[in-house]
Structure formats: structure tokens, C-alpha cells
């Protein structure tokens, strides 16, 4: 099992930016793929970035395509999500979480070990 820590979460004006940052133990970090998700109230959680295991491939959905970034140090075994021009609609509770395998993927089944969340709230 892998056990996770979100932090960097807060209030920030719309158009402002946060960096997240999610720190890992326990597996060996550069053997999974890592991803941030995010659940605002009301709505199902959605997947947000994935991050192969070495960093070389990544997926975003469209909602933050070209907005955030994910990005990994295996040495810090820390997972990171910039985000930029953020908008009142990317307030949400927002999780990472690790694959339960070394494979990319961008398929929220098959992530197994979560994070407890930090809150992002914009305002307009």
C-alpha cells in the first residue's frame, strides 16, 4: 500500500494559480503511475491529470488542458499539479492518487490508493 499527502490547496482570485503537491510512502513511488483527481460538490469525482511512472507520458482532460501541469521528482517522491488561469468552475476537493499499476493510464478504476483531499475554492 501506498499511503499519500495532499497540500498547497487554499483560496485564490480567478485567474490566479496554486501549486499541489502530494507526497507518497511506503511503495516504491517510480514504479506507479500517479494522477490527480478533484470532486466539487454535488458532482462526481473526475479525473484531472496522470503521470506515467518516469514522467515521460501525461494525460489532461479538456476542462484543464493547457491550464495545469503534472509533473513527478522520484527523488522527493512528491507528484506536483500546477495550476494557472484558474476559474471559479476548478473549485473542488481535490485528490491525488496512485495506480495499482506500473502501466499508464488515464482510467480512474485503475487508481487504488487515495489521498484524503485539499480544498481549492476560486473566486470570481
Known amino acids: 500500500q501506498v499511503q499519500l499527502v495532499e497540500s498547497g490547496g487554499g483560496l485564490v482570485q480567478a485567474g490566479g494559480s496554486l501549486r499541489l503537491s502530494c507526497a507518497a510512502s511506503?511503495?516504491?513511488?517510480?514504479?506507479?503511475?500517479m494522477g490527480w483527481f478533484r470532486q466539487a460538490p454535488g458532482k462526481e469525482r473526475e479525473i484531472v491529470a496522470t503521470?506515467?511512472?518516469?514522467?515521460?507520458?501525461?494525460y489532461y482532460s479538456d476542462s484543464v488542458k493547457g491550464r495545469f501541469t503534472i509533473s513527478r521528482d522520484n527523488a522527493k517522491n512528491t507528484v506536483y499539479l500546477q495550476m494557472n488561469s484558474l476559474k471559479p468552475e476548478d473549485t473542488a476537493v481535490y485528490y491525488c492518487?496512485?495506480?495499482?499499476?506500473?502501466?499508464?493510464?488515464?482510467?480512474?478504476?485503475?487508481?487504488?490508493?487515495w489521498g484524503q483531499g485539499t480544498q481549492v475554492t476560486v473566486s470570481s
Open positions: 492518487a496512485a495506480a495499482t499499476t506500473a502501466a499508464f493510464t488515464a482510467s480512474p478504476t485503475d487508481f487504488g490508493s
Open positions: 511506503g511503495r516504491t513511488f517510480s514504479s506507479y503511475c
Open positions: 503521470i506515467s511512472r518516469l514522467g515521460k507520458s501525461t
